[in-house]
């Protein structure tokens, strides 16, 4: 019996968002979008010097690729290390679940910035705020514990914050931390947009990071295609991860096969957001005029994926005239090298 066709599509940036001081959120969990059971999403955006209040998340490890602006982040571990680390568009950040963090948008641009957590349960609605935890407690406790008077509790926040807005950091009020040695990188940061992509002339770029790049992200790969007008990331799928895609930029096709003949097709533009689950083959095309711009988070630290082409092409040219009941004049034109983007 055919299984139902459920969509693989998410309109997020047409959902109604969480409005604060400063800050504005769309997120999709699999409460929202019911395909997207193994990972969830965000789209997120600041106003210079607003910030996303300190805060942990007890169900999830975050993952954020910066589409504009610049922010500042601060990361606590539990040996006690803090890190602070400046981003800019490309750039990448990952705290492990439970690790405390605070997000705040500098300069003079508003900053947006998508996340992924590797739970589709995740709510950014649920995460432990450092406002909400203090104002929770008896005044008694909060006083003790922050060296201050009750008096001076009750002059704090009496419910959660979530986003707040303060001064843009300036070099004065210590807006980073020196390095003592120079690299693009961090324990949490690292410059995907600097990373030198792979090319297929005519069809595109890709840029990805694991956790070979950046060890700490042991949950999580991102990367970045850009396609240029129809060109298509070819059939494919991943043995070991579901994969959740933000279009940032221009028109999409894509197709999610599901086997026993479940083909589901949808189209996509810019703030939208596709899921693919594990293992189920699939295609992006371009079809529009300008590049195609689309981001992709994958529950596994590593990258692992199977191209029609690559399965094709190891194989020898009479098996392939009889799994497809063809002559050689057919199979003689599949692909004999490994095509990944093609124009």
Not at 38 to 67: C, F, K, Q, T
């Amino acid at each position: 019996m055919a299984q139902e066709k459920i969509s693989f599509k998410y309109e997020l940036e047409k959902k109604e968002p969480r409005l604060g001081d400063g800050g504005i959120t769309r997120g999709a969990s699999v409460v929202d979008f019911p395909a997207s059971v193994g990972l969830a999403g965000v789209s997120m955006r600041l106003d210079p010097g607003a910030m996303r209040e300190l805060h942990w998340h007890a169900n999830a490890a975050e993952w954020a690729y910066v589409i504009s602006g610049n922010l500042r982040t601060t990361v606590v571990d539990p040996q006690g290390n803090t890190h602070v680390d400046l981003f800019s568009p490309g750039d990448v950040w990952y705290f492990p679940r439970g690790y405390g963090h605070v997000l705040q948008c500098m300069g003079t641009e508003q900053c947006h910035f998508i996340l992924i957590f590797d739970n589709g349960n995740f709510s950014e609605d649920h995460t432990f705020s450092i406002t909400d935890f203090v104002s929770s407690v008896p005044p008694e406790i909060a006083a003790q514990n922050l060296g201050i008077s009750v008096e001076e509790v009750g002059k704090l926040p009496h419910k959660e914050v979530y986003f707040a807005q303060g001064q843009v950091p300036s070099v004065s009020s210590g807006i980073g931390l020196p390095s003592p040695t120079a690299t693009l990188t961090s324990p949490h940061r690292y410059p995907l947009g600097a990373q030198q992509p792979r090319v297929v002339p005519g069809g595109g770029t890709q840029r990805v990071v694991t956790q070979a790049d950046f060890p700490i992200a042991k949950t999580i790969t991102g990367t970045v295609f850009e396609i240029e007008p129809g060109g298509l990331r070819e059939l494919h799928w991943h043995p070991n991860a579901d994969e959740w895609q933000y279009f940032i930029q221009g028109k999409a096709e894509m197709g999610v096969f599901l086997a026993e003949g479940n083909f589901v097709r949808d189209d996509f533009e810019a703030g939208d957001v596709g899921y693919v689950p594990m293992g189920a083959g699939h295609y992006i095309k371009n079809t529009g005029d300008t590049k195609l711009i689309v981001l992709l988070g994958f529950n596994s630290g590593h990258y692992e994926a199977i191209d029609l082409s690559m399965w094709l092409k190891g194989n020898p040219a009479d098996l392939l005239e009889g799994n497809f009941g063809v002559g050689a004049e057919i199979v003689n034109q599949f692909p004999h090298t490994q095509k990944f983007l093609i124009p």
